[in-house]
Nanobody, 126 residues
């Protein structure tokens, strides 16, 4: 059974860093793109970043470019989101998701994803 479990969220001051982890089981990362999304209170869920099934291509939404980095460890079946220079507006529940079978390129379109984790809360506040 495909499962995604996020961890690493927490409370951090503005300008600080966090690394989120997404542990995948029931499938291999080599066959699907993986994405990170977030949902702030009162807002719709939005795509943040994605990594291809090969791990060689990545995609970022404009407002995180230069601050967030997506990566993966095939041996650990885990995808990471390193978040630096965090801002209060980054506060949200962060979700990782696995793309539909056959989608191997990085994408941040929610419709391209079929399996979701439970989310991890990130709060940026002084």
């Amino acid at each position: 059974q495909l499962q995604l479990v996020e961890s690493g969220g927490g409370l951090v001051q503005p300008g600080g860093s966090l690394r989120l982890s997404c542990a995948a089981s029931g499938f291999t990362l080599a066959y699907r793109a993986i994405g990170w999304f977030r949902q702030a209170p009162g807002k719709e869920r939005e795509g943040v970043s994605s990594i291809s099934s090969s791990g060689r291509s990545t995609k970022y939404v404009d407002f995180v470019k230069g601050r967030f980095t997506i990566s993966r460890d095939i041996a650990k079946s885990t995808v990471y989101l390193q978040m630096n220079s965090l801002k209060p507006e980054d506060t949200a529940v962060y979700y990782c998701a696995a793309a539909h079978t056959g989608i191997t390129v990085p994408t941040i379109l929610e419709a391209d994803f079929s399996s979701w984790g439970q989310g991890t809360q990130v709060t940026v506040s002084s």
